[in-house]
C-alpha cells in the first residue's frame, strides 16, 4: 500500500515556474515506477511524464518534454517535477501516481495509487 500526497501547486503566470512534489508513505516507493498525470475542466486525465524505480528512465509527453523535469529521491520517498516555461495550457489539477509493474506506462489506468491532486493554474 502507498499513500501518495502533492504538494507545490499554485497560481503562476505564462513563462513561470513551479516545483511539485509528491510524497510518499510506505517503505516499497523505490520499487514503483512514479508518474504525474494532469486534469483539466471537461477533459480527461493526461499522461504528463513517468521515471523508473531507480531515476534512470523516463517518458515525456511531447506537449511537457524541454520544459518539464521529473525527479525523485528514493530517500525521501519524493518524487519531484520542475515545471518551467508554464503556459496557460498547462492548467490542470496534477497528480501523481504510482505502478508496480515496472514499466512506464501512459494510460491512467495502469496505476494503482493516486495522489489527490493539487491545482496548477496558470495566467495569460
Known amino acids: 500500500q502507498v499513500q501518495l500526497v502533492e504538494s507545490g501547486g499554485g497560481l503562476v503566470q505564462t513563462g513561470g515556474s513551479l516545483r511539485l512534489s509528491c510524497a510518499a508513505s510506505g517503505r516499497t516507493f523505490s520499487s514503483y515506477v512514479m508518474s504525474w498525470f494532469r486534469q483539466a475542466p471537461g477533459k480527461e486525465r493526461e499522461f504528463v511524464v513517468a521515471?523508473?524505480?531507480?531515476?534512470?528512465?523516463?517518458s515525456y509527453a511531447d506537449s511537457v518534454k524541454g520544459r518539464f523535469t521529473i525527479s525523485r529521491d528514493n530517500a525521501k520517498n519524493t518524487v519531484y517535477l520542475q515545471m518551467n516555461s508554464l503556459k496557460p495550457e498547462d492548467t490542470a489539477v496534477y497528480y501523481c501516481a504510482a505502478n508496480s509493474r515496472g514499466f512506464l506506462y501512459r494510460p491512467w489506468t495502469r496505476y494503482d495509487y493516486w495522489g489527490q491532486g493539487t491545482q496548477v493554474t496558470v495566467s495569460s
Open positions: 521515471i523508473s524505480w531507480d531515476g534512470t528512465s523516463t
